[in-house]
């Protein structure tokens, strides 16, 4: 199963709107509404941002939000704050049962 | 509060044998898949395993079929991961993390799926293993 494709690194100033794009196939991520982000700062345990394409959990900002296009997933992060700086992470059920994660995204806040 | 605390990690040589824990607390145990998330040195997030809330059902990636058992003691509210035959390739930081609950919009009630473990809301701290002679 290879991984996701993920752009390695998207940049954008405060108060700013970015977008991290997640590309699969229809085997994985086409085929499913079970795309999932993630936020993870190095040497923290990763953070839960979107599931199940659109969903946000509780205590999730609602500038994160999520989207799906054929095979395509987005990940939308509007008024950019320093704390938002961080890696990236998609990842999708499979038509196998199991999960596969993108390369990860390195977000970075001017 | 839902914590999960990892433990069991270490050097060990290739061809050796580890097995993982992974307490849990905070939740009922048994409700809610789990699953197993590992990330080698300077590389990114990779899935590993899953187990259904009963334990009845498992799931592997490839890279680690045959070499890797994942099991639950609901009595415990402990998972675990056995990995054998250890390559360099498994040296990494892994990671314990339930999947969430399912939000019934009608009733805007949070609900257990024991079955659905398709993302990951609450992650451990991490445990390192490491592959080297």
């Known amino acids: 199963q290879s991984a996701l494709t993920q752009p390695a690194s998207v940049s954008g100033s405060p108060g700013q709107s970015i977008t991290i794009s997640c590309t699969g196939t229809?085997?994985?991520?086409?085929?499913?509404?079970?795309v999932s982000w993630y936020q993870h700062h190095p040497g923290k345990a990763p953070k839960l941002m979107i599931y199940?394409?659109?969903k946000r959990p509780s205590g999730v900002s609602n500038r994160f939000s999520g989207s799906k296009s054929g095979n395509t997933a987005s990940l939308t992060i509007s008024g950019l704050q320093a704390e938002d700086e961080a890696d990236y992470y998609c990842?999708?059920?499979?038509?196998?049962?199991?999960?596969?994660f993108g390369g990860g995204t390195k977000m970075t806040v001017l | 509060e839902v914590q999960l605390l990892e433990s069991g990690g270490g050097l060990v040589q290739p061809g050796g044998s580890l097995r993982l824990s992974c307490a849990a607390s905070?939740?009922?145990?048994?409700?809610?898949?789990m699953s197993w998330v590992r990330q080698a040195p300077g590389k990114g997030l990779e899935w590993v395993s899953a187990?259904?809330?009963?334990?009845?059902?498992?799931y592997y990636a490839d890279s680690v079929k045959g070499r890797f058992t994942i099991s639950r003691d609901k009595s415990k509210s402990t998972l675990y991961l056995q990995i054998n035959s250890l390559r360099a390739e498994d040296t990494a930081a892994y990671y314990c993390?339930?999947?969430?609950?399912?939000?019934?919009?009608?009733?805007?009630?949070?609900?257990?799926?024991?079955?659905?473990?398709?993302?990951?809301?609450?992650w451990g701290q991490g445990t390192t293993v490491t592959v080297s002679s």
């Open positions: 993390a339930k999947s969430p609950a399912y939000y019934d919009i009608l009733t805007g009630y949070y609900y257990p799926k024991p079955d659905y473990y398709y993302a990951m809301d609450v």
């Open positions: 905070g939740f009922t145990f048994s409700s809610y898949a």
């Open positions: 187990i259904s809330g009963s334990g009845g059902s498992t």
């Open positions: 229809s085997s994985d991520l086409g085929g499913y509404n079970y």
């Open positions: 199940d394409v659109s």
């Open positions: 990842s999708s059920y499979t038509s196998s049962s199991t999960l596969v």
